[in-house]
């Protein structure tokens, strides 16, 4: 004959008599956002515009020198 927790086992529950089940927490994953990335490609292409006009106007001053 089985124990009571080796009972408790088989039919997934706890031993204070509770089901197991899933914790009430808020989901770690970022809600999807199907338009996210056209942002985050219009930011990145703003910076890229920036770097590489710092770069031209950077080389354009070594060369006149």
């Known amino acids: 004959m089985?124990?009571?927790?080796a009972k408790t086992e088989d039919?997934?529950?706890?031993p204070n008599g509770k089901p197991i089940g899933r914790k009430n927490t808020v989901?770690?994953?970022p809600?999807?956002?199907p338009d996210a990335h056209l942002?985050?490609?219009?930011k990145d292409e703003e910076k890229l515009k920036?770097?590489?006009t710092d770069l031209i106007k950077?080389?354009?001053?070594?060369?006149s020198k």
């Open 11 to 14: 039919i997934g529950m706890l």
């Open 31 to 33: 809600k999807y956002d």
């Open 50 to 52: 920036a770097l590489l």
């Open 2 to 5: 089985k124990s009571k927790s």
């Open 27 to 29: 989901s770690s994953t």
């Open 58 to 63: 950077s080389e354009l001053k070594k060369l």
């Open 39 to 42: 942002a985050r490609r219009d």
